[in-house]
Nanobody
């Protein structure tokens, strides 16, 4: 699976942004997908994930209620809708996918085989 992330940019606090992650090489049906982020000088951090069936979604406490993960199977694309952005959301955002990951590992970046190249989100105060 090849993943291409896009949609990053510079926004002000309180604004919204939608990231996209287009997949090629295989369908995302039956594949778990996730978004992670990495701020300068920090480790990669779990943001959200959608289980292999798509029936379960999981969020970190820092984004719960503000971010939403979704997928369009027809376009083979995963989205991250980010609302009420804060300066602490500033980071490079990465999409990830894996066809065999178990639910308990969805927040573990080392459990994913496929990664996009990252897209930078900058939130100014």
């Amino acid at each position: 699976v090849q993943l291409q992330a896009s949609g990053g940019g510079v926004v002000q606090a309180g604004e919204s942004l939608r990231l996209s992650c287009a997949a090629s090489g295989r369908t995302l049906r039956g594949v778990a997908t996730a978004w992670f982020r990495q701020a300068p000088g920090k480790e990669r951090e779990f943001v959200t994930a959608s289980s292999r069936t798509g029936g379960g979604t999981y969020y970190s406490n820092s984004v719960k209620g503000r971010f939403t993960i979704s997928r369009d199977n027809a376009k083979n694309t995963v989205y991250l809708q980010m609302n009420s952005l804060k300066p602490e959301d500033t980071a490079v955002y990465y999409c990830a996918a894996d066809a065999s990951i178990i639910t308990s590992s969805l927040s573990n970046p080392t459990a994913y085989d496929y990664w996009g190249q990252g897209t930078l989100v900058t939130v100014s105060s």
